[in-house]
């Protein structure tokens, strides 16, 4: 039985995690910390603090404000 290949930012996730040397989920608590900054002032912080291309970057910031508040 096949798996679904990740749509949408998650499909960023194998190669942000292969290429910056961290686990997803360490940057979306990162991200999450930074919480309630805008969309691009996260993805700047990204950017700007650690190394991070725009893509992956919004990638990540995408995921995490996509996710249902608690």
């Known amino acids: 039985?096949?798996?679904e290949a990740a749509?949408?930012?998650a499909s960023y996730f194998?190669?942000?995690e292969k290429k910056y040397g961290r686990p997803i989920g360490d940057w979306q608590q990162l991200v999450?910390?930074?919480l309630?900054?805008?969309h691009m002032?996260?993805?700047?912080m990204l950017k700007a603090e650690h190394g991070m291309g725009h893509g992956h970057a919004n990638a990540?910031?995408?995921h995490v404000l996509s996710e249902?508040?608690?």
């Not at 002032?41 to 700047?44: M, N, Y």
Request: glycine share 4%; hydrophobic share 35%; charged share 25%.
């Open 36 to 38: 309630p900054a805008k």
């Open 32 to 34: 999450r910390a930074h």
């Open 41 to 44: 002032e996260l993805v700047s």
């Open 1 to 3: 039985m096949p798996t």
């Open 7 to 9: 749509k949408g930012p």
């Open 60 to 62: 990540i910031v995408a």
């Open 14 to 16: 194998p190669s942000i």
């Open 68 to 70: 249902p508040k608690r």
